[in-house]
């Protein structure tokens, strides 16, 4: 089993099995969370400071693999994306069951001022938004904490953001000095806050400042609108809130996020306005997807503004990402620029996400199905065979 992604507890009990004396734990569990997260090692040998006996009983009985990278596609504009399996894992001792195999994408988006990593918190989603291709997959399962830090400590291997790594030579790297990876978004397959648990188990570890040490001011989870979990978001997690509004009257939003129907526009709302840690310095992103001829009128962009007086917000216009099937279109150009002006006129500064790493599928709400696509197609034309749950997507 591999020590990957553990938190502090559970590494402990890992250091308990093999008999690591009771008064040690602490010392011994400290080294290796500083080995692991701090450098990055992938095997005990380097571990300087750990008495050459510990290593070995270490090594015998664990290790410390990374899910697999499956496929990795790099963008002409930088962006890159890995689909990366998680059955590499081991039965973690957090686990009683199994998990199923699984595979997740992972997106990074370099920025001339800092690298962003999109991370997934569960497999599918069951949510059934009409607009998010993810809404439409049926394997649906909790990612565990481990899997998703290990999805940070993938990215930072590839992208030789560990001491003494190189950085890959292709595509665009983070300059020297820096930190390739330097915040985190909760912008992948899934609804963080219905994996709560396991996403809050991750930030302490993604944000340990003797290991990963990101900032929770750098850590943003994403959600279409959980309202009972927002306040628990705040007080046990403590990251930066995005929420997916996508529309600004109930009828419209009942439609494009189905949640709306248990937890309203202004029940939303309300939680954001109450949002623990909000401030003008600690904004809550409102993430709008822009869909022609649906949300896209300036009097659906002079409501929004109406609508989020008085909460400390930042609004994020995303052009939608079409995918096979879909009965959305993007909307104009200009309908963005017109929307965007309103929006900028009321106070909220360049709102547009530029969307990055369109020639490699890296889209949201449309990762991993492309890539399953194009393996199906790919083995198609290797061999003839082809997986039929996938040509029947
Ligand atoms: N489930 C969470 C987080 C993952 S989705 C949520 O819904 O917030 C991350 C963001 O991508 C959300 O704002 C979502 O609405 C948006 N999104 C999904 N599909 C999209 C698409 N096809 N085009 C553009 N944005 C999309
Ligand atoms: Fe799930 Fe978010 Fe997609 Fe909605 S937008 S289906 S909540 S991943």
Known sequence: MSLLGMTRAELAEALRAIDVPERELRMRGAQL????????????????????????????????????????????????????????????????????????????????????????????????????????????????????????????????????????????????GTRAVSNIVFMGMGEPLYNLDAVRDAVATMSDGDGLSLSRRRITVSTSGVVPQIETLGNDVGTMLAISLHAVRDDLRNELVPLNKKYPIEMLLEACRTYPGASNARRITFEYV??????????????????????????????????PGTRYECSDWSTIETFSDIVFNAGYASPVRTPRGRDILAACG????????????????????????????
């Not at 822009?290 to 995303?318: C, F, H, Q, T, Y």
């Not at 393996?375 to 061999?383: P, T």
Request: overall charge positive; aromatic content about 6%.
């Open 33 to 176: 969370w500083q080995w692991i997260y701090g450098h990055g090692l992938k095997s005990f040998d380097g571990m300087l400071n750990v008495a050459k006996p510990l290593r070995t009983r270490l090594a015998e009985t664990y290790s410390l693999a990374r899910p697999s990278i499956v496929s990795e596609q790099v963008s002409i504009d930088g962006t890159r994306k890995w689909l990366i399996r998680l059955d590499d894992l081991g039965s973690g001792l957090d686990l009683q069951r199994q998990q199923k195999a699984a595979e997740v994408e992972v997106v990074y988006i370099p920025e001339s001022d800092r690298g962003t990593l999109c991370v997934s918190s569960q497999v599918g989603c069951t949510l059934t938004c009409t607009f998010c291709h993810t809404g439409t997959q049926k394997l649906v399962r909790n990612l565990t904490s481990r899997e998703i830090v290990a999805q940070l400590v993938v990215a930072r291997d590839r992208l030789g953001d560990f001491p003494g790594l190189t950085p890959p030579t292709d595509g665009l790297v983070p300059p020297p």
């Open 290 to 323: 822009m869909l022609k001829g649906v949300n896209d009128s300036p009097r659906d962009a002079r409501e929004l503004v109406r609508l989020l007086k008085g909460i400390p917000a930042k609004i994020n216009l995303i052009p939608f990402n079409p995918w």
């Open 366 to 393: 449309q990762l991993k199905s492309e890539t399953e696509k194009l393996r199906a197609r790919a083995r198609l034309m290797l061999d003839g065979t082809a997986d039929p749950a996938v040509d029947a997507d």
